[in-house]
């Protein structure tokens, strides 16, 4: 079964989903007492969010003996990568560089376009902290 792009991005919207996703990048596979202990949250909001993470096809686990060690599903990490590089708009298919093969100008026209999307999400986040303060008093 193939999870659609956009239920990937709602499973990885949560910070603490993404904090395992990192931890397991970075240590290999561990288990729910281990990563609780390490993010600072309960074993068992662990386990809701490793679920989530499992049923999105992100990490997966094989059972040994009572120990149930979690890793990261490497390909579809890969699949996730893909799915950034097709939605990028600076052109860097996922190298951090821009296009070389644009001429300038149009390289030019093209961080014009994502400074212009930049400032724009900067203005909404900043429009709904302010939403967010109001309602605080």
């Not at 561990?30 to 992100?58: C, E, N, P, R, Y």
Request: hydrophobic share 35%; proline share 2%; charged share 35%.
């Amino acid at each position: 079964m193939k999870i659609e792009p956009s239920e990937i991005f709602k499973v990885l919207s949560v910070e603490t989903r993404v904090k395992i996703i990192e931890l397991l990048k970075g240590q290999g596979p561990l288990g729910t007492k281990d990563i609780a202990a390490t993010i600072g949250i309960t074993t068992a909001a662990v386990s809701q969010h490793l679920k989530i993470l499992k049923q999105a096809g992100l990490v997966r686990s094989e059972r040994k003996g009572y120990w149930i060690p979690y890793s990261i599903d490497e390909k579809a990490m890969e699949n996730c990568r893909e799915i950034l590089n097709e939605v990028c708009t600076c052109g860097c298919q996922g190298t951090g560089k821009f296009r070389e093969s644009e001429s300038e100008r149009s390289n030019l026209e093209s961080l014009k376009k994502y400074e212009e999307e930049l400032r724009n999400e900067i203005s909404a986040v900043r429009q709904r902290l302010k939403e967010l303060e109001s309602m605080k008093r």
